[in-house]
């Protein structure tokens, strides 16, 4: 977009509420690993996941924090049709 790569790490998740909560690992691994990409200062970085009202609050919860606002990552929530929440672009 606008000569900048969006570079995605996409993680599954539930997408209906069980027990346990596999929402928090997945997001930060998601997060972890797109610290690790060999990317450009211009390049996009988003840890994707499914929209659901758990990795919604979590994402809500998590954007403002300072370190991971510092990294430039961001956090996009994918709906079941495509629809994309949360990117700055």
């Not at 996941?49 to 919604?56: A, L, Q, W, Y």
């Not at 996009?76 to 929440?85: H, M």
Request: glycine letters at 8%; hydrophobic letters at 45%.
């Amino acid at each position: 977009m606008d000569g900048r790569r969006i570079i995605a790490e996409c993680k599954k998740g539930p997408l209906i509420k069980k027990p346990g909560s596999p929402e928090y690992p997945l997001l930060t691994a998601a997060i972890g690993q797109a610290l690790l990409f060999d990317a450009d200062e211009t390049d996009l970085l988003v840890a994707a996941v499914p929209d659901t009202p758990s990795f919604r609050r979590i994402s809500e919860a998590w954007r403002n924090r300072p370190r991971l606002r510092a990294s430039g990552i961001e956090i996009a929530l994918v709906s079941r049709t495509g629809a994309v929440f949360g990117l700055s672009v």
